[in-house]
C-alpha cells in the first residue's frame, strides 16, 4: 500500500469517527495506523483539531466579529511562537486537544504514562469532544456545516501559499463568509465547501466564495472536485458560468479575455456569457473534452483536455521532500521476531509484499541469532528494530508518483535514493535496495541501485553502512517500484545449525523526490 493509499484510508476512518459511524473493526484499524508514524498521529491531530473547532464555532453561535477576532488571535500567537504549530495554537479553542498535542509530541510514551491502552485514550478524547458540542449546542451534529454557522467554506489546506493584501488571518481551518475575496499570489490553497465541493486554487489567483455552492473566479486556475450531494455547484466567470453535473473539472482564467474549461470526470454546463453578464448559449463537455472560450463568447473552439496543466490534488506536492517509502525503518506492526527451534521465523512486514521469508529484529537482540547490537556501527537516528533477510528473500512496495506526471516527463524532478545496509561479523551475506523507475504500463524506464555491501566492505565488523545515489527521475515514471532483497552467501542449503538464516541486514531506507530549483 503506498504513502496516498495510507492517508486515503487514515481518513475515511477519521470521517467516520467524527461522524459517529465508526465500526469494532474500523476502529482497530485507526488504532493501528494513528500508532504506525507520527505523520498519522499529526494528521490525526489536524483532523480532530479543524472537527471540534467548526462543531464549537457553530455551536455557540459565535458572531462573524468574534470568529474572525480569534482568528487574528490565534494567527498573531503562531506567528510570535515561531516553531508552535497552528495547531497547537488552535487548541486553545478547545481544551479536550492539550492530550491529543501530548500524544502527538511524546508518542506511545504518552499512553503508558497514563497507564492506559492507545485505543481507550481515542475512545475518551473525542468522547470528551462530542460532550463539549452536546453541552454547546444541545444537538449531536453530523456535519461540519449547518444552517447556524457563520461559515460557507473553509480555508482546508495550503501549500507554499503567498497572500496578496491582508492574507495573515488565512491559516488552515479560517472560515469564509460571502463575498469573501481570496487573493492568491503564489502557491496552492483548498477551499471546502459546506456542501462538500472542493476547489483547489493555483496562484497567481482570485476567487471570490459566494455562498455555499458558487464562487466567482477573476483570475488564475482551479480546479473543482463535487460530490454527488453537492451537484450543480457552479463556478462564475466574466466570460462563462460553469455548473457541474457531478464532475471534477478545471478553469483556466489567464486573462479577462480568454477562458479554458476541462472536463477530467463527469460532465459540465457551460453557459456562455456577454460583456454585460447575459446567457447567450449553453453548452456540454463531458469528461475527456475541453473548450477555449473567447471575450466575445460567441466564439468557442474545442482544445485538447490536459490535466497535466492542473494540480488536482496537493498531494502533488506532498510527494516532494520527504521520504516516500512507506514504513522504511521498520518501527511499524509487530516485531519481535518469534522464532521456531531457535531460527528466525518469517513475518508480514507492514508496508511491504512479502514474496518469501523476511522479518525483522531487535537491535538488543540476544540468543541463538546474535545480529546486531545496539552500539553496532549504523544510523544514528535508528530506531529499535531492523530488516533481517531470511535466506534468499525479496521485499517490494510501489508508490504512486502520477500526481507529479507533468513535472516528471518535462525533467524537472531528481530522486535522491539512501540506506543503511550490512551484515554481521565475516558472513558474506548481504542487501541491496533497487528503485525501479515503470512507466503507466509496467515497463521499466531505469533505477537506483545501492549494494551489496559485503564482509569486506564492513571490514568483518557487525553492522550498517550507509549508501546512496542522485540523478534524475525517468520521464514517462509513473510509478517507483521499491526492491530490498537479500543474498544468502551459501543460497540453496536449508537453515540447518551449519547454516543459519541469512546475515543480511538493513535499517533506514529512504526515497525523496526533488524538484530542480527548489
Avoid at 83 to 100: D, F, H, N, Q
Avoid at 143 to 166: G, K, M, Q
Wanted: proline share 4%.
Amino acid at each position: 500500500m503506498t504513502q496516498d493509499d495510507h492517508k486515503i484510508e487514515l481518513d475515511e476512518l477519521l470521517e467516520a469517527l467524527c461522524e459517529g459511524h465508526l465500526t469494532e473493526e474500523s476502529a482497530h484499524r485507526l488504532e493501528q495506523l494513528v500508532l504506525e508514524t507520527p505523520q498519522a498521529r499529526r494528521r490525526y491531530l489536524d483532523y480532530l483539531c479543524l472537527d471540534t473547532t467548526l462543531r464549537l464555532d457553530m455551536s455557540t453561535g459565535l458572531s462573524r466579529q468574534m470568529a474572525e477576532l480569534i482568528d487574528r488571535e490565534i494567527a498573531e500567537e503562531v506567528n510570535q511562537a515561531g516553531r508552535r504549530s497552528i495547531v497547537a495554537a488552535e487548541a486553545k479553542r478547545s481544551p479536550v486537544l492539550g492530550p491529543l498535542i501530548d500524544m502527538t509530541r511524546q508518542g506511545t510514551d504518552f499512553f503508558t504514562q497514563h497507564g492506559m491502552s492507545p485505543w481507550l485514550l481515542l475512545v475518551v478524547v473525542f468522547a470528551t469532544a462530542t460532550v463539549c458540542g452536546l453541552w454547546a449546542s444541545g444537538v449531536f451534529r453530523k456535519s461540519s456545516f449547518d444552517a447556524s454557522s457563520p461559515y460557507i467554506a473553509r480555508l482546508s489546506e495550503t501549500h507554499d501559499s503567498v497572500w496578496d493584501n491582508d492574507g495573515s488571518r488565512l491559516i488552515t481551518g479560517t472560515g469564509l463568509n460571502s463575498g469573501e475575496e481570496i487573493s492568491l499570489q503564489s502557491g496552492l490553497a483548498e477551499l471546502t465547501f459546506r456542501n462538500g465541493a472542493k476547489v483547489i486554487l493555483e496562484g497567481p489567483a482570485t476567487f471570490i466564495v459566494q455562498n455555499a455552492a458558487e464562487g466567482f473566479l477573476r483570475r488564475g486556475k482551479l480546479v473543482a472536485n463535487v460530490p454527488k450531494q453537492a451537484q450543480g455547484f457552479t463556478v462564475h466567470t466574466d466570460l462563462v458560468n460553469v455548473i457541474d453535473l457531478g464532475t471534477e473539472f478545471a478553469l483556466d482564467v489567464s486573462n479577462r479575455q480568454s477562458v479554458e474549461s476541462h472536463v477530467f470526470k463527469g460532465r459540465v454546463k457551460l453557459e456562455l456569457l456577454n460583456p454585460q453578464g447575459t446567457v447567450l448559449a449553453t453548452r456540454e463537455l463531458a469528461a475527456g473534452q475541453a473548450m477555449h472560450i473567447d471575450a466575445l463568447a460567441s466564439k468557442t473552439r474545442s482544445i485538447a483536455v490536459d490535466p497535466s496543466r492542473f494540480c488536482r490534488t496537493l498531494s502533488a506536492e506532498r510527494l516532494l521532500g520527504r521520504n516516500l517509502i512507506d514504513n522504511a525503518d521498520f518501527e511499524s506492526g509487530i516485531q519481535g521476531a518469534p522464532r521456531h527451534q531457535g531460527y528466525l521465523v518469517n513475518m508480514q512486514i507492514p508496508g511491504w509484499e512479502d514474496h518469501t521469508p523476511a522479518t525483522t529484529f531487535p537491535y538488543k537482540s540476544k540468543g541463538s541469532f546474535q545480529g546486531l547490537r545496539e552500539f553496532a556501527p549504523g544510523p544514528v537516528d535508528r530506531g529499535c528494530y531492523y530488516f533481517v533477510g531470511v535466506n534468499d528473500c525479496e521485499i517490494t512496495q510501489r508508490i504512486n508518483v502520477e500526481e507529479l506526471a507533468s513535472r516528471i516527463d518535462k525533467g524537472r524532478i531528481r530522486f535522491d535514493l539512501s540506506a543503511w545496509l550490512g551484515g554481521r561479523v565475516s558472513e558474506n551475506d548481504s542487501i541491496i535496495l533497487d528503485a525501479n523507475f515503470l512507466d503507466e504500463n509496467g515497463h521499466s524506464l531505469g533505477q537506483g541501485a545501492l549494494g551489496p555491501v559485503t564482509a569486506t566492505h564492513r571490514q568483518s565488523v557487525s553492522g550498517l553502512m550507509h549508501r546512496q545515489e542522485e540523478g534524475p527521475v525517468p520521464p514517462g515514471t509513473r510509478t517507483v517500484e521499491i526492491l530490498l532483497k537479500s543474498i544468502h552467501a551459501k543460497t540453496g542449503l536449508p537453515a540447518t545449525s551449519n547454516n543459519p538464516i541469512g546475515d543480511g541486514y538493513a535499517d533506514n531506507l529512504s526515497l525523496i523526490f526533488k524538484e530542480d530549483g527548489k
